[in-house]
């Protein structure tokens, strides 16, 4: 009985994601700066501490509608349960092109670089990873279409915003976007534990992608088959593998070092 429980709750967990909703007050905060269009601010009744304040007063000054609502409303639609008396309803989240990402690299003047998602299931993963991406330079996150998840409301929250200065793609064909990608010249590493490099061994200079493998079973067979080099990250604990996001963000820093 415990385990069927526990299904039930993530199943529910799950139907609460959406994409038109940004919760919490940092993440809110981000996209009042961005410009994206904000249908509405949804604020708890009597809330009216700290950076509350500075959300309304934003909101007042783009003439966002903003509405004081019963904080259990704002319980019912949290994906993430601390939305911290804050939500905005905004327009979904604007996938990019791959050509889009190539192009805001060359319009800075700077060798491509880019972070191939294989398969990335928790959005804290993924919202940790597009944090982590924003602040060392990467130019575009590329997702598959299936099997992966997308910008929901957890994953703009654990960004703390940086989703929204992100171009993040989707793709049908991860495989066939890394081809492509080999012919514009970018050379595409793997993380990998099996990986003959250490990351402090690679020059990543010039045009780079990242593979980021699943959290489970790490990159898929014909993916890790495309990738020039398999790279592994040093480690000397006992446990043998590291969270996705944490793996990432190892890899971005070796690669931002390269750049600097």
């Not at 998602?117 to 279409?145: F, M, Q, Y």
Request: proline share 2%; aromatic share 6%.
């Amino acid at each position: 009985m415990a385990n069927t429980k526990g299904k039930d709750k993530n199943i529910a967990y799950e139907n609460k994601e959406r994409d038109d909703i940004i919760e919490g007050r940092n993440a809110v905060i981000e996209v009042l700066k961005s410009g994206k269009t904000v249908e509405q601010i949804l604020i708890a009744k009597g809330d009216k501490e700290g950076s509350i304040n500075k959300i309304v007063a934003l909101a007042k000054e783009k003439k966002i509608v903003i509405k004081e609502v019963d904080k259990k409303k704002l319980d019912s639609m949290s994906a993430s349960h601390s939305h911290q008396g804050v939500i905005a309803i905004v327009t979904p989240y604007k996938y990019y092109e791959v050509e889009e990402i190539l192009n805001y690299a060359k319009s800075k003047e700077e060798s491509p670089f880019i972070i191939i998602l294989d398969e990335i299931e928790d959005p804290h993963n993924l919202g940790s990873i597009i944090r982590t991406a924003e602040l060392c330079g990467v130019h575009g996150i590329i997702i598959p279409k299936r099997r992966n998840v997308g910008v929901t409301s957890t994953v703009y929250k654990t960004s703390v915003g940086a989703a929204e200065y992100m171009r993040i793609a989707k793709v049908t064909n991860i495989n066939s976007t890394i081809d492509e990608l080999k012919k514009q010249g970018i050379w595409i590493y793997g993380a990998d534990i099996a990986g003959k490099s250490y990351s402090y061994q690679i020059d990543f200079k010039g045009g780079v992608a990242l593979v980021i493998g699943n959290e489970g079973k790490g990159m898929s067979k014909l993916t890790k088959e495309r990738c020039d080099v398999l790279v592994r990250i040093p480690m000397i604990g006992k446990i043998n593998s590291l969270n996705a996001s944490v793996a990432g963000g190892i890899l971005m820093y070796e690669v931002l070092k390269s750049r600097l």
